[in-house]
């Protein structure tokens, strides 16, 4: 199983960033594909998760309205669409993959991607 983050970077407030989560090593449609992200001194918190069928969870209130996730599954790939961007934005966000569903994230077994720097200046 391989998750590869691409698209952060240094972006101003109230700017966009794309990031990209290319899957490979496992069966696409079977799995949940989550962000999460880290900032410095914080725990991991879950952000946006997209499932078979369409499912979709918003772990995050802070980003609601501002972040959106997407999948081609063509291309084994999973977007998160940040726009608005804040400083508190500011972490590193991570890919995870889970066997299970986003509502039953936690219980499946799961990967991990290297993760990818964003950064938000005020």
């Known amino acids: 199983v391989q998750l590869v983050e691409s698209g952060g970077g240094l972006v101003q407030a109230g700017g966009s960033l794309r990031l990209s989560c290319a899957a490979s090593?496992?069966?696409?449609?079977?799995?949940?594909i989550a962000w999460f992200r880290q900032a410095p001194g914080k725990e991991r918190e879950g952000v946006s998760c997209?499932?078979?069928?369409?499912?979709?969870?918003n772990y995050a209130d802070s980003v609601k309205g501002r972040f959106t996730i997407s999948s081609d599954y063509a291309k084994n790939t999973v977007y998160l669409q940040m726009n608005s961007l804040k400083p508190e934005d500011t972490a590193v966000y991570y890919c995870?993959?889970?066997?299970?569903?986003?509502?039953?994230?936690?219980?499946?077994?799961?990967?991990w991607g290297q993760g990818t720097q964003v950064t938000v200046s005020s």
């Open positions: 995870g993959a889970s066997s299970t569903s986003c509502v039953r994230y936690h219980d499946g077994d799961r990967y």
């Open positions: 090593g496992f069966t696409f449609d079977d799995y949940a």
């Open positions: 997209i499932g078979s069928g369409d499912e979709i969870i």
